[in-house]
């Protein structure tokens, strides 16, 4: 069992900074790949960010070169770090893990998830 907790989401305005964190309880957390994944007001969830145990990463388009993700496997933290936050960047931001070594996509490769942070920037 993995347990997330998020941190750092916030108001900020359009070109602002934010980071968020996400800790993780458990042993082997550098076995997981740590996902970040977004739900806007009427949307459905969506990929946002993905680092896998050896710190492989990737991006969903809408965030690339905005967004970097990081992990501290000492402190069980993985991070987002977004920068040139834009009013659609405005969302609940979660982060969720997945077991095994490979970059996920989709939602439902993940069996942990935490409560979820929000994110709103205003323009």
């Known amino acids: 069992q993995v347990q997330l907790v998020e941190s750092g989401g916030g108001l900020v305005q359009a070109g602002g900074s934010l980071r968020l964190s996400c800790a993780a309880s458990?042993?082997?957390?550098?076995?997981?790949?740590m996902g970040w994944f977004r739900q806007a007001p009427g949307k459905e969830r969506e990929f946002v960010a993905a680092i896998s145990g050896s710190s492989s990463q990737r991006y969903a388009d809408s965030v690339k070169g905005r967004f970097t993700s990081s992990r501290d496997n000492a402190k069980n933290t993985v991070y987002l770090q977004m920068n040139s936050l834009k009013p659609d960047d405005t969302a609940v931001y979660y982060c969720a893990a997945a077991s095994g070594w490979s970059i996920y996509y989709r939602d439902d490769s993940y069996a942990y998830w935490g409560q979820g942070t929000q994110v709103t920037v205003s323009s």
């Open positions: 458990g042993r082997t957390f550098s076995t997981y790949t």
